[in-house]
């Protein structure tokens, strides 16, 4: 399937025509068409404020207890807080079902290192080194033990609510290991299956109740067991309860082989992280950086953009600019506008460009080969409609059509669409693969950072003559 036609069907075409200059400073004032208070609320889901307060009261614990003894150990603020830094960044605080000393070793022997490189640079330690290095040493251990005591205790008293989803023998493993080892924290309160499971006391819901039940009896997430369960409705459930900031585990195929960093009772689960880019920080950030740099690049480019629409103007009758509506974050449409690269037509063609698509201007060639037709995206950015990277963002029309074909193609409005993406620097726009392109545009947003966005800004820019299909 090849590139989305800008069809000039949802432009204006009267005699007189459109400035360029005109219609970016109206499109840039003017603020979209205002949704009513309900369609907001109806569409924005509500989320806890923390994933889970028992866990930050277990990591409040450690942290205090690792500062006390490091300070006595050292009588340094700042090597305890240093320590403290780096202990934190190698996922010593972390929720971890399973705590125990041996699996943690190697972060004290680092931190020790960690704490020695200072004082021997300063050459000040408090005694001879092998001294402060068995001390603090020492210090981490006897706090860790401490603390994870203390926490086991917490998590005994406070256990939280968790639905295990799966039918099979695994599933009835974790509900009795549960049961049997409180220390994990977590109380088995149900079951999720579309098939019926002999002899259980717990509730059993379906994929499509489960999510409610979860929420009215505040459970902290998901522990899923393979079994039978459809992939789709499991792939739905799993992404509610991460918008909703519950708690998902997954017990890996072959958890019996290689149990890896986590485990409960011998059964290995791995965590799915919730996206970095559903903190509120990081979703401040990169709209600080989209509209300083927004702005920066249209005040520089403003000459290009005249040049442009200049061009764009003599190419062939119309208006400078084409608008068509597209889907954004959340699926909250939008009009994303463009250098109009098309002939206007009497006929309403929401077709896709070809290949030397005869409709396609002079400008319009050089345009969409070199994406400068894109540039006018840069007032969505600045107006918050798109962002500087992003998903692409599609027509209701063939988004809907997509997602039938690909069921993942919708959670790519989990964020604001961009104008460059994951995907693009993949040379995955054109004629090629939807299932592709989903693929990496939910990588982009599953995987987000700052530094990804920096990437991937890189890569366009020396793409941009390079793209085959850009056409």
């Not at 949704?35 to 989320?47: G, L, M």
């Not at 001294?131 to 086991?152: A, C, E, H």
């Not at 740099?293 to 040049?307: M, N, W, Y």
């Not at 409709?359 to 400068?372: E, K, V, Y």
Request: charged share 25%.
């Amino acid at each position: 399937m090849a590139r989305a036609t800008t069809s000039t069907v949802d432009a204006p075409t009267d005699a007189r025509g459109e400035r360029f200059v005109f219609a970016t400073v109206s499109t840039f004032v003017l603020p979209p068409p205002a949704e009513s208070e309900d369609a907001q609320a109806a569409r924005r889901p509500e989320r806890r404020l923390f994933t889970d307060p028992v866990w930050i009261a277990c990591a409040s614990v450690l942290v205090a207890l690792d500062a006390a003894v490091l300070y006595v150990a050292s009588w340094s603020v700042w090597i305890t807080v240093m320590v403290l830094v780096i202990s934190a960044a190698l996922g010593s605080y972390r929720h971890r079902s399973t705590l125990t000393l041996s699996e943690g070793d190697g972060r004290y022997v680092i931190l020790t290192a960690a704490v020695m490189v200072p004082m021997l640079v300063l050459d000040e330690p408090p005694g001879s080194d092998i001294l402060f290095t068995v001390l603090v040493l020492v210090s981490l251990l006897v706090s860790r033990t401490v603390g994870f005591w203390l926490v086991k205790q917490i998590r005994r008293r406070l256990r939280h609510r968790v639905f295990i989803v799966g039918s099979g023998h695994i599933a009835r493993v974790l509900e009795r290991v549960l049961v049997e080892h409180p220390d994990d924290g977590l109380k088995p309160a149900a079951f999720v299956a579309d098939v019926e499971i002999p002899d259980v006391e717990l509730p059993v819901y379906s994929f499509g109740e489960a999510f409610a039940a979860l929420q009215e009896s505040d459970g902290l997430g998901l522990l899923c067991a393979f079994g039978p369960e459809p992939p789709s409705e499991l792939h739905s459930l799993v992404r509610a309860c991460e918008e909703d900031r519950r708690r998902v585990w997954v017990v890996p195929r072959l958890f019996d082989l290689a149990p890896r960093r986590d485990h409960i009772w011998g059964v290995a689960v791995a965590i799915i992280h919730r996206p970095p880019i559903y903190n509120p920080l990081v979703r401040g950030a990169k709209r600080a950086i989209d509209l300083g740099f927004g702005l920066l690049a249209l005040l520089l480019l403003s000459p290009v953009l005249l040049v442009i629409a200049a061009a764009v103007r003599l190419s062939s009758p119309g208006p400078v600019l084409f608008r068509q509506r597209r889907l954004g974050l959340r699926g909250r449409e939008f009009t994303m506008l463009k250098f109009r690269t098309m002939r206007v037509t009497d006929t309403a063609d929401t077709g896709w460009t070809t290949r030397d698509d005869p409709r396609r201007t002079f400008a319009g060639r050089m345009l969409r080969r070199t994406s400068l037709d894109e540039l006018p995206q840069l007032v969505n950015v600045i107006r918050g409609d798109m962002s500087l990277v992003g998903p692409r963002p599609e027509r209701r029309v063939y988004a809907e059509e997509f997602a039938q074909q690909v069921p993942t193609y919708p959670e790519r409005t989990r964020t604001a669409g961009g104008i460059t993406g994951l995907a693009q620097v993949h040379d995955l726009r054109g004629d090629t693969s939807i299932e592709d392109r989903a693929r990496f545009d939910n990588m982009y947003i599953d995987q987000y950072s700052l530094f990804l966005d920096v990437v991937i800004a890189l890569r366009t820019v020396g793409s941009l003559f390079r793209s085959k299909q850009s056409y």
